[in-house]
């Protein structure tokens, strides 16, 4: 079992940028394929960003290919998600989730994750 922790969310300018970070303890991070999900009031929760377990693999949504950049390091037990060029529409309750399985096709389903995080707040001002 793993837990997740997510952290640097905040308040920003359109334009802006932040990085979240997810802390995770438990068993072996490196053993977790971890992803970013997001969900903005009244709308489901939405893929974001995937990162493989040895953190060469990395996926991300179109709507923020280019912007936001997933990566990982093992050392510190920490996955992070940097975001650039922020959009009013990147405002949501960000969520940081761990899965036990492999790298597949699958990375981007929310069924495919076990762990979950509480989430942290991002808000884009226009």
């Known amino acids: 079992q793993v837990r997740v922790v997510e952290s640097g969310g905040g308040l920003v300018q359109a334009g802006g940028s932040l990085r979240l970070s997810c802390a995770a303890s438990?068993?072996?991070?490196?053993?977790?394929?971890m992803g970013w999900f997001r969900q903005a009031p009244g709308k489901e929760r939405e893929f974001v960003a995937a990162i493989s377990k040895s953190g060469e693999g990395t996926d991300s949504a179109d709507s923020v290919k280019g912007r936001f950049t997933i990566s990982r390091d093992i050392a510190k037990n920490t996955v992070y998600l940097q975001m650039n060029s922020l959009k009013a529409e990147d405002t949501a309750v960000y969520y940081c989730?761990?899965?036990?399985?492999?790298?597949?096709?699958?990375?981007?389903?929310?069924?495919?994750?076990?762990?979950w995080g509480q989430g942290t707040q991002v808000t884009v001002s226009s």
């Open positions: 438990g068993r072996t991070f490196s053993s977790y394929t």
């Open positions: 989730a761990a899965d036990a399985g492999a790298w597949g096709p699958q990375r981007r389903a929310l069924s495919k994750y076990d762990y």
